[in-house]
């Protein structure tokens, strides 16, 4: 259950970072209040997880794998540029979180 609210956490950070450039710089109301709502969902889920696994590997895998997850969501919908240099750095933030995870890092 554990790894449900971790991809609940990691999910509710990602949209809340896609729909960033959508609040016009918290400007407009409602998505602004829909990014707010996320990112507090976000570490609601991410205090719990943070019960059961280490700080660091579950912000390891919080951060790494959100980053990892906007920065595709960026080249493939938002039309960002890809290049070698930018699909190699994403292949070591998930091969650093597979690392982390398989290190073991329960309590």
């Keep these: ?4 609210l971790l991809v609940g956490a990691i999910a509710a950070e990602v949209v809340a970072t896609s729909l960033l450039p959508r609040t016009q710089e918290f400007r407009a109301l409602r998505p602004t209040a829909v990014v707010l ?9 991410l ?7 280490e700080v660091g590997v579950a912000y390891a895998l ?3 794998l959100g980053t990892a997850a906007v920065a595709v969501i960026g ?3 938002l039309g960002e540029r890809r290049s070698a240099g ?9 091969a650093g979180a597979v690392l982390l995870n ?4 329960g309590r």
Excluded: D, N
């Design 47 to 53: 205090s719990r997880v943070l019960l059961e696994l």
């Design 62 to 64: 919080w951060a790494g």
């Design 75 to 77: 080249m493939l919908v």
């Design 1 to 4: 259950m554990i790894w449900v």
């Design 37 to 45: 709502a996320l990112y507090a969902a976000a570490f609601v889920l």
């Design 102 to 105: 398989l290190s073991g890092g």
């Design 86 to 94: 930018k699909l190699t750095g994403l292949a070591l933030v998930i």
